[in-house]
């Protein structure tokens, strides 16, 4: 009999581990370096339904790693400390990481899912003027 059950019969209380075997390092490891379990969906391509996508300004960024901290599907791509980009793969449109970034204009923000990225990049506003009343 296998410990494998399908997710309509999962129990609350369940736990799902993410990696093959033991593995406490995942901190350290690179995301594309870890070893997932076949069921986790770093291996699949969930980002089809999609209908916006956040377009990343490198201009802008300050690398405060809120986008990353907040990002429920672990899509923002950073390197030692530092924003590299999107994993639209795994990224399903959710906004989160344009609300939670604080720069001015934002560092990150929605456009079409069928936009091109140096579209979308010609398009970013500029910064807004603060007014004195």
């Known amino acids: 009999m296998s410990n494998y059950v399908g997710w309509d019969e999962v129990n609350d209380g369940t736990l799902l581990f993410s990696f093959d075997g033991e593995f406490d390092k995942a901190v350290e490891t690179k995301q594309e370096d870890r070893p997932y379990a076949e069921w986790n969906s770093y291996k699949a391509y969930v980002g089809d339904w999609r209908v ?15 986008c990353w901290v907040y990002c429920p599907d672990t899509s923002i791509i950073s390197r030692d400390k530092k924003m590299i980009g999107v994993d639209y793969d795994h990224c ?5 990481c344009v609300e939670v970034c604080p720069t001015n204009p934002k560092s990150l ?25």
Request: proline residues 4%.
């Open 52 to 66: 916006l996508k956040p377009v990343y300004n490198r201009d802008i960024c300050i690398d405060c790693q809120n």
């Open 109 to 133: 923000l929605m456009f079409g899912e069928n936009d091109k990225n140096e579209d979308a990049l010609a398009k970013w506003p500029e910064k807004k003027k603060k007014s004195k009343d």
């Open 92 to 96: 399903k449109g959710c906004g989160v």
